[in-house]
């Protein structure tokens, strides 16, 4: 089946670090990836919506300076989380649908940690 | 009022019997509706969707929809520990791309 990979799965950084997430569809072509956060014991909050080819569209109360997003192919979007700070810590995962049958997968999530 | 709201639980079975989990939407004009499950440190997967007022059934879970009380149920008969995890209900509106999830229940099946 279709599978979608993120990378890393796992990142410590240090605060004021910048840190790049990949979001790659193995199988298919994505022109449509979401971002979304995930604090512990709570529900998934979508950050950002990202087409492939433009500018990302940015959910109420998203830094769109601070967790820059850049989806340059059909399978390929990254976040990177800019200055980061503790309280940015989370689990960072991305979806994206495949432009033919119009499904979507989740990618395996990435954890950030920053010191 | 949230958009999508769940029943954080934990909400215990015992191993054998049905679960029942359930979800309330605000938007009237959402037209599709999904369950996911989560177990712990990992990302959501899909368990199933549904689109029409009814039942839709497959294998062991049976997904439930009445839009005019706006109101979504997943069903899980013959529970096994392999259920524990945490049920994501997600709400999708009419031409609109983004998912809206519900803060899940927590499931845990009693052995």
């Known amino acids: 089946g279709a599978v979608v990979s993120q990378h890393p799965s796992r990142v410590i950084c240090k605060s004021g670090t910048s840190v790049k997430i990949e979001c790659r569809s193995l199988d298919f072509q994505a022109t449509t990836m979401f971002w979304y956060r995930q604090f512990p014991k709570q529900s998934l909050m979508l950050m950002a919506t990202s087409n492939e080819g433009s500018k990302a569209t940015y959910e109420q109360g998203v830094e769109k300076d601070k967790f820059l997003i850049n989806h340059a192919s059909l399978t390929l979007s990254t976040l990177t989380v800019t200055s980061a700070h503790p309280e940015d810590s989370s689990f960072y995962i991305c979806?994206?649908?495949?432009?033919?049958?119009?499904?979507?997968?989740f990618g395996e999530g990435s954890r950030l940690t920053v010191l | 009022q949230k958009e999508v709201e769940q029943n954080s639980g934990p909400l215990s079975v015992p191993e054998g019997a049905i679960a029942s989990l359930n979800c309330t939407y605000s938007?009237?004009?959402?037209?599709?509706f999904f369950w996911y499950r989560q177990y712990s440190g990992k990302s959501p997967e899909l368990i199933m969707f549904?689109?029409?007022?009814g039942d839709k059934e497959d294998g062991r879970f049976t997904a439930q929809l009445n839009k005019a009380s706006q109101y979504v149920s997943l069903l899980i008969r013959d529970s096994q520990p392999s259920d524990s995890a945490t049920y994501l209900c997600?709400?999708?509106?009419?031409?609109?791309?983004?998912?809206?999830f519900g803060t899940g229940t927590r499931l845990t099946i009693i052995p």
């Open positions: 997600a709400v999708k509106g009419f031409g609109n791309e983004k998912l809206t």
């Open positions: 549904i689109y029409s007022n």
């Open positions: 979806s994206a649908r495949d432009w033919t049958s119009g499904e979507l997968f």
């Open positions: 938007d009237r004009g959402s037209q599709s």
